[in-house]
């Protein structure tokens, strides 16, 4: 009843108005559907119900009706696709071409109780990537699927050179993972891709355990995903930053991290500095670090590492006061077997303080010598206030940019070290 009283009302109460007019034909068409259907329900429960002899006819052309509804798909087995684990980009060796171009197919093992990683690698020399990607569906049977795909591996050359068409492309690109991990690749991006641990369940799979957080917890390894150096690489006041793995034929090697400007690689880190970028980035966690007392070399395990900065205006200029804070324990003693007092905690302290003090604010010394930005001091002023967004400005006060570095190290005490 109270259906066919609103379709009465619907059906004789039209505006003038063409917009309401619209809206009223809706409302109606949507209610007498309803009432369509709720005919069509208690018809079919009645002749379930009492109709026993029409009952199989009735059900019969309900799943007649309810398939029609279905929609069709096609599917390609899972033995005529092959899952790319990684891309690789290098300059290619042909001086008419511009990219040479890698992915690393794995190849499935048959007994899943036996780790062993087999792949094969697709390389084409062309003059962009897409073509690349193109030409290697006629090096194999299969279709190559990206989904999988959880690293892109930049060749040394490549990123001294220009990486933004690269960055580009990729995120364009629907079927390649916005998360997947960038690094730099040294000597070149065949050399990492076409490492082979001695066990791995998938074949690519070293890379992201380097990079995932939840299993490599190193303090040199400073991971970026597709979108965070894209981000970057369009965004005012930070630069790209990027991992360095480095091969040697027998292992691979991920302890230091390149900087770059919004197009090319600008300087690598050390080991060292690279620890002390994560620490003024992200923080370090189970670190070691050495520290030299009179004689005695005490190896102090840096249990959790926190910085944090401001910026401040100081005589017309800006000053980035950094407070590092440290909680670590004595390790390690070498050269001496004498035991560690109390009364040496204060100066082991102090000693601590000043070394970290001393090597951050030559970091950020040497970082901006170069003129780049990787950790975002002029995202962070131009972000504070309306009138700072003057991107000019920035860069004429970053010249003059002072830094001022406060540690302050707890030792909880000597470990195992008595």
Wanted: proline share 3%.
């Amino acid at each position: 009843m109270v259906i066919n009283f609103l379709l009465y009302l619907f059906n004789y109460s039209y505006s003038t108005s063409n917009k309401r007019n619209r809206f009223s034909k809706i409302f109606y068409f949507v209610f007498q559907f309803k009432c369509y259907l709720k005919l069509l329900i208690n018809h079919f429960v009645i002749v379930c119900v009492y109709k026993k002899k029409e009952r199989y006819l009735s059900l019969s052309f309900f799943m007649i009706g309810a398939t029609l509804l279905l929609s069709g798909c096609t599917f390609k087995d899972i033995d005529k696709r092959a899952f790319v684990t990684s891309i690789g980009i290098d300059q290619s060796e042909d001086p008419q071409k511009k990219y040479k171009v890698m992915i690393k197919v794995a190849i499935p093992n048959g007994d899943p109780k036996i780790p062993k990683s087999e792949f094969l690698i697709l390389t084409a020399n062309t003059d962009s990537i897409s073509e690349g990607l193109n030409l290697m569906k006629s090096q194999i049977d299969k279709e190559l699927v990206y989904g999988h795909s959880s690293a892109i591996v930049i060749g040394e050359k490549l990123a001294k050179s220009n990486i933004q068409p690269l960055l580009e492309f990729f995120v364009r690109r629907p079927d390649i993972q916005m998360t997947s991990y960038l690094s730099v690749a040294k000597p070149n991006a065949f050399e990492v891709l076409n490492f082979k641990p001695i066990q791995e369940q998938v074949s690519g799979g070293v890379l992201k355990s380097y990079f995932d957080f939840s299993r490599t917890e190193s303090p040199y390894i400073d991971s970026v995903c597709l979108f965070d150096a894209y981000r970057r690489e369009t965004e005012d006041g930070i630069d790209i930053v990027m991992p360095i793995i480095e091969s040697n034929k027998k292992d691979l090697l991920v302890d230091r991290i390149a900087l770059f400007d919004k197009s090319k690689m600008i300087m690598d880190l050390s080991p060292s500095e690279s620890e002390t970028y994560r620490l003024l980035t992200t923080g370090i966690y189970d670190e070691s670090l050495k520290v030299k007392n009179k004689k005695v070399m005490f190896v102090m395990n840096l249990e959790k590492g926190k910085a944090n900065y401001k910026l401040k205006h100081q005589n017309k200029n800006i000053v980035a006061n950094y407070t590092i804070k440290v909680r670590a324990v004595i390790e390690e003693k070498i050269d001496d077997l004498d035991s560690i007092k109390e009364s040496d905690i204060p100066k082991l302290n102090k000693q601590l303080e000043d070394k970290i003090s001393a090597e951050t604010k030559a970091l950020l010394i040497k970082i901006k010598e170069k003129d780049i930005d990787p950790i975002g001091f002029g995202l962070r002023y131009l972000s504070r206030n309306s009138e700072n967004r003057n991107l000019s400005l920035w860069n004429k006060k970053y010249d003059s940019l002072a830094f001022k570095i406060k540690s302050e190290v707890k030792i909880k005490g000597t470990g195992l070290i008595k």
